[in-house]
């Protein structure tokens, strides 16, 4: 009830916002360790990056108010993220055109 | 800068030479030349030493330098010889020297080929010159590590796998060994890792028991010792010629060396307690190569066991523990040295022409190739220990040695060893016989001509040595036992 | 007397060079080289004798001389291997022996071997083994004999197998220095223990009479027999293996396949009697220290006379014959070392041994070198394509019947009184031994003359050769009397032989070196001239003229005649104990032994090794989401051990 009355109140609490990358976090994780698809691993990178973004930005208002370091690395992982989701789009479509397919299973070339 | 430091430093002049010639010519110019000189420096070497040591010199090496390398860990770079080492330098540089003229005409890749057999031959002379266990040691992987691609390259038969297992054993002989040489280093509380300190220093006894093993293992399992001579059947199988001359002519001889100036020089105490274990083993060695040669069709094949009867009778002689048996190590060390070089030689110039190695398909040799005929009849002789050939000298000089041991098990252990010399007689006799004698047993063979210049310039400048040795066997066994008097010196201590 | 230096060093002079040029020469001047050389060295050795044997006893005996001693080798402050020379009437008796024996050989040779591919090498082995036996003869220490002795081993190994291309003869080879070199083991066990317990090799020391360097083996034992005792044995069966005595007579027949000179040389005159000259030399020791050794001896010696002589009976090869023949006397000798005593007139087995190897070299050479010249005539060795030859070769026959005449005993002939002389000590030491060595006489004088009749009496052989249809085989030829060359051998020592009886041996070798009266006992004497007679007469009745009886024989005794014609089955036995023994059950296991347990052990290690690696790359599947996965896993495992601890 204490949550709900802090969401009712609006302060809500620095563990909620916490809760949520948890659960983004973990559902990023499950994504990358489950789906077979590039596509979709590439998007559960993306999740898993957004809820890091969340505690850097959470972090930085509940902890250290007045500072502005988290915000910024939150802004740096974004246009990183941007970045690197190019890179690997790139990769997979060339992976796509060599292989005709975008299966991470196939992609076991590394251990040699 | 020690004039002793010439002989590595003449091997990697060839090196440089080598790199910079791009003809056959040149190439047989350079380590022809390098060779030689290796011979003059060694003769010039002995010559000196008998000065020296006629003008009443007594210290225990002579010609002694040593050279701060790496202070943090007291490594020095220190040479010195006595007679023990003059004695290997003049057999390495026979062998050299042969062994250049044995591959004359190698192929393909001559350059690369000479290349690393100088520096094979830089390890080797390296370590009969050095007096420090640190560089010794180094010296000794020096002269491994070429082996591998000697064989691996320039082999035949299943050159890999012999390469392989060649060198992945007497690597795992290296790694006891150098736990062993900390052992001595750090139990000795030396100074430095000169073995002419740590001589004067004592190693605790219970220190010994444990690096006695572990060092007298390391140096055998390249001086072939039972059970770990396995590698030298398969590896001498698919060397090249040089490279199985060298090799068993020197290079097992580091194990024995080594066996004597580490193992017993600096732990005398765990030498005497544990001697009996070993001179088992080493007797094993002895009977058992020589009836495991008898069956065995490959004339390589026949020669790696023999090697591995008479290095075992090396290690078997050491660890009599006496001046008398110790003096026979080191004259069989030469002697077989010498021999199964020529062996060797001779193997290869005749698998070179009959392109066989199995005596079951040669025959009549003696009629079609007089001369290598003539000169295995002549290595075959000394290997058997007839008179005035050097294995005489060396094999009654162990016996009469080992015999003068006061314990009856070790004299019965002698008179087991002493079977030997029956069993040699038969399988060299058998090989003779089938492959010399008889009548010819491949029609191809017919026409195979007979040995040239180069050949016979390596097979006669071993036979000499032989004879020498075989001979005048006083100034050599003379030599030798002055220089075996200081580790007998340790043992009374 | 330094100049008897040259002795040995001329033979090594002449193999050196012969062996260098080989076949660069023409074959006469090796040929010649070889046998002036020879002759020198005999020139010599009858000097050295001369001067020798007319120097003035000291004491009653005569002095022993070292006229060299260089150490060669040294091994402990006391063992040192010396080269030298020792004169002392046996090695002075060898000396003249070696040598005369030698030079024949070697003018035999000239015609014998002419023609052969080979001669040169063939004159440089024969100074080799000049060189070798006559080191052997003088050497002053028993380190130098074991050296030298080694050296006759190979020389006669290269001679046996001069015809390298003959399987038979190269096998014949192989297995002589084999056999020898078997026994020489014991020989070189028994030197070491012999020298560990006086400390000492020399000759001078261990046999000297009063020698005290036994005082530190008194009451030594090694299983029950005082390690003397050891030793001597172990030094007899390296003496009994050069002389083929029981058991160890398996390579002699065998070596019959070298050329027939070289059997005159070797194997019958002299590297054979080296082991009666072993026992010799060492006589005081054995007599002294170790008296039961020297009646083994006696026995074996008397085994094998008998043995030997009872094979020979039935053999159908000439040469083989005389091989079993020259082990039978050879065995003569040995019981002769065997039954004697030492002082004085007890010392007749030791005078009566040497005596009998001086004659036996002489008449037993004479008789190899006539059933080469009759072989070079006939072209084979088998008796069945002889006979009837006398009347083609005068001398042959003439100088055979003397030799056979002499080995028989009879009177005058030199054989007589030696083999008289071995017989009266037999006697003396036991009537059983005495008996079998009348027996093994008996036998001699036998099949000696059956094989003389063989060759020059019975069918013709041109009759036998036309019979067998030999004559596509070149066979049919006229045989002829031998050239000059290998005549004048034949005739020289058929003089020899019916003088040398009459030389008073007894004066010049004896036990103690004082000088021995040689009388005959009249007794055995007559006993043995009538018994070998009879055997003669026996013999003349089977064989003269082609009779039925030796067949009827045979039949009747058909067990004997069969084990005697395959010598007993003793080489079966011995290929058995080589072949499936050693070979087979032995070696062949161990080399199994070694490539399937000892490396497959280690490459055991090796495959372990890759087996592991195997296993663990699974690890590295090259699948990101597994890494990830296991990355997880571990950082959450991290995690939780940080946080409870």
């Known amino acids: 009830m204490d949550l709900l009355n ?8 620095m563990e909620a916002y916490l809760g949520v990358s948890l659960i983004m976090f973990f559902a990023g994780v499950y994504g990358f360790l489950s789906r077979r698809s590039m596509l979709m691993i590439l998007i559960s990178i993306e999740l898993m990056l957004n809820a890091a973004d969340i505690n850097f930005v959470v972090f930085n208002r509940y902890l250290f108010p007045g500072h502005l370091e988290g915000f910024y690395f939150a802004l740096f992982t974004i246009a990183i993220a941007a970045c690197e989701t190019a890179v690997a789009i790139a990769i997979i479509i060339n992976i796509y055109r060599n292989l005709t397919s975008v299966e991470v299973g196939n992609l076991d070339q590394m251990k040699e | 800068m020690n004039f002793l430091s010439l002989f590595v430093l003449i091997p990697a002049l060839m090196m440089m030479g080598l790199f910079v010639s791009n003809s056959r010519k040149q190439i047989q110019f350079v380590v022809a030349t390098g060779a030689s000189l290796l011979m003059i420096l060694s003769g010039i070497i002995t010559y000196m030493y008998f000065i020296e040591r006629a003008a009443g010199n007594a210290a225990t090496m002579l010609f002694t330098a040593d050279t701060v390398w790496y202070a943090p860990f007291n490594i020095h770079y220190s040479v010195g010889i006595d007679g023990i080492s003059v004695a290997m330098l003049l057999l390495t540089s026979v062998i050299v020297f042969t062994g250049v003229f044995a591959s004359w005409k190698i192929d393909p890749l001559p350059k690369e080929f000479f290349l690393w057999y100088s520096l094979l031959s830089i390890g080797v002379y390296g370590f009969f010159i050095s007096t420090d266990l640190f560089t010794m040691f180094m010296y000794y992987e020096i002269a491994l590590i070429p082996m591998y691609l000697l064989i691996g390259v320039w082999g035949s038969g299943r050159k890999e796998y012999g390469a392989m297992k060649l060198t992945l054993m007497l690597m795992g002989g290296s790694a006891l060994l150098l736990v062993g040489i900390l052992g001595i280093y750090y139990g000795s509380g030396a100074t430095s890792m000169n073995i002419l300190e740590i001589a004067k220093l004592h190693i605790p006894i219970e220190l010994q028991r444990y690096f006695f093993p572990l060092t007298f293992m390391g140096f055998g399992v390249l001086g072939a010792l039972f059970p770990f001579h396995t590698w030298s059947p398969d590896g001498h199988a698919s060397a090249p010629t040089a490279v199985s001359m060298l090799h068993a002519g020197v290079l097992m001889k580091l194990g024995g060396y080594g066996a004597f100036r580490v193992a017993i020089y600096l732990m005398p105490d765990a030498a005497k307690e544990m001697s009996w274990f070993f001179l088992i083993l080493t007797g094993i060695s002895v009977v058992y190569g020589a009836f495991a040669a008898i069956r065995q069709t490959d004339l390589k094949y026949i020669n790696a066991y023999s090697s591995v009867s008479h290095c075992g009778l090396v290690l078997f002689a050491i660890l009599m523990l006496n001046e008398t048996a110790m003096t026979g190590a080191i004259l069989q060390m030469l002697s077989h040295g010498l021999m199964t070089a020529l062996f060797f030689a001779l193997i290869g110039m005749i698998y070179g022409r009959t392109h066989t190695r199995l005596i079951t ?34 094999e009654m000089t162990i016996f009469v040695g080992s015999f003068q041991h006061t314990d009856t098990f070790h004299r019965v252990l002698t008179i087991v060893a002493i079977t030997s010399i029956v069993i040699t007689a038969v399988y060299i006799l058998r090989v003779v016989g089938k492959i010399l004698f008889g009548a010819v047993q491949d029609a191809h063979h017919e026409h195979l001509t007979d040995a040239t210049w180069y050949e016979r310039l390596s097979v006669v400048t071993l036979i000499i040595a032989i004879f020498a040795i075989g001979s005048a066997p006083f100034w050599i066994s003379g030599l030798i036992h002055d220089s075996v008097i200081p580790v007998i010196g340790q043992l009374a201590k | ?34 046998t002036v050389v020879l002759g020198i060295i005999t020139a010599l050795s009858y000097y050295t004798a001369w001067e020798y044997f007319s120097m003035h006893r000291v004491a009653g005996v005569y002095e022993k001389l070292i006229p060299y001693n260089i150490e060669w080798l040294r091994f402990t402050e006391f063992l040192h291997i010396n080269l030298g020379i020792l004169l002392d009437p046996i090695s002075v008796m060898m000396l003249v022996v070696i040598s005369t024996i030698s030079f024949m050989v070697n003018i035999y040779s000239l015609s014998y071997m002419h023609g052969e591919k080979g001669f040169e090498r063939y004159y440089a082995f024969l100074s080799l083994f000049t060189f070798s036996m006559l080191g052997l003869v003088v050497a002053t220490n028993i380190f130098q004999m074991y050296i030298f002795w080694e050296l006759v081993g190979v020389s006669s190994y290269l001679l046996i197998g001069f015809y390298y291309t003959k399987p038979s003869a190269v096998a014949a080879a192989k297995k002589a220095f084999i056999v020898t070199r078997f026994a020489d083991m014991f020989f070189l066990i028994g030197i070491l223990i012999l020298s560990f317990y006086t400390k ?30 050891w030793a001597m044995a172990g030094i007899f069966i390296g003496g009994a293996g050069k002389s083929a005595m029981f058991p160890l007579q398996i390579w002699l027949p065998d070596a019959m396949e070298g050329p027939t000179p070289v059997s005159a040389l070797i194997h019958a005159a002299t590297m054979v009697v080296a082991g009666v000259f072993l026992v010799a030399r060492f006589f005081p020791v054995y007599y002294f220290q170790t008296p039961e050794v020297l009646h083994g001896v006696a026995y074996i010696g008397a085994f094998t006379a008998l043995f030997a002589a009872v094979i020979a009976c039935v053999q159908t090869d000439i040469k083989r014959v005389l091989a079993f023949s020259t082990i039978s006397q050879i065995a003569f000798m040995m019981v002769a070392l065997g039954v004697s005593g030492y002082d004085g007139q007890e010392g007749t087995g030791y005078m009566a041994s040497m005596f009998h190897l001086f004659t036996h070299a002489m008449f037993k050479a004479l008789l190899f070198l006539g059933a080469g010249s009759v072989i070079h005539a006939v072209h084979s060795n088998e008796m069945k394509d002889m006979g009837g030859l006398r009347k083609y070769m005068p001398i042959t026959n003439w100088t055979f019947l003397i030799a056979c005449l002499a080995i028989a005993g009879i009177p005058p002939f030199s054989g007589f009184f030696s083999k008289d002389e071995i017989l009266s000590a037999s006697y003396e030491f036991s009537p059983y031994i005495g008996g079998i060595m009348t027996f093994a006489a008996a036998l001699t004088a036998f099949y000696m003359f059956r094989l003389y009749y063989s060759i020059f009496w019975g069918k013709d052989y041109i009759i036998k050769a036309a019979a067998h249809g030999h004559d596509d085989h070149g066979h049919g030829h006229t045989p002829h009397e031998s050239p000059f060359a290998m005549a004048f051998p034949l005739v020289f020592l058929a003089g020899v032989t019916c003088v040398a009886g009459f030389i008073p041996f007894g004066e010049f070798v004896s036990s103690t070196g004082a000088e021995y009266h040689i009388h005959i006992n009249p007794t055995v004497a007559i006993m043995s001239v009538v018994v070998a007679s009879v055997s003669i007469i026996i013999a003349t009745l089977m064989y003269r003229k082609p009779t039925a009886t030796p067949d009827k024989l045979a039949k009747t005794f058909s067990g004997l005649y069969k084990g005697a014609s395959n010598r007993f089955y003793l080489d079966e ?24 347990v000892i490396d497959a052990t280690m490459d055991g290690f090796a495959n372990t090794t890759q087996w592991v690696s195997v296993k663990i790359k699974g690890f590295q599947s090259g699948q990101v989401q597994q890494y990830a996965y296991v990355f997880l896993l571990g950082t959450l495992l991290i995690t939780a051990i940080v946080l409870i601890f």
């Open chain 2, 361 to 394: 398909e040669m025959g009549g040799l003696m009629k079609i190739l007089p001369f290598l005929g003539v000169s295995y009849v002549i290595a075959g002789l000394a290997s058997l220990g007839l008179p005035s050939l050097s294995g005489f000298v060396a």
């Open chain 3, 573 to 596: 036995v011995y290929m058995f104990i080589t072949k499936k023994i050693i070979f087979n059950s032995v070696s062949r296991p161990l080399a199994w032994f070694d490539r399937h």
């Open chain 1, 6 to 13: 802090n969401i009712l109140s609006g302060s809500i609490p």
């Open chain 3, 1 to 34: 007397m330094q100049y008897t230096l040259l002795i040995l060093v001329l033979p090594l002079l002449s193999f050196i060079v012969l062996g260098l040029v080989d076949s660069k020469w023409k074959p006469k001047v090796a040929g010649t080289i070889g």
């Open chain 3, 200 to 229: 000492t090799f020399d000759f001078s020391i261990l046999t000297a009479e009063h020698t005290t360097v036994f005082a530190g083996s008194a009451g030594a034992t090694f299983l029950g027999f005082g390690v003397i005792s």
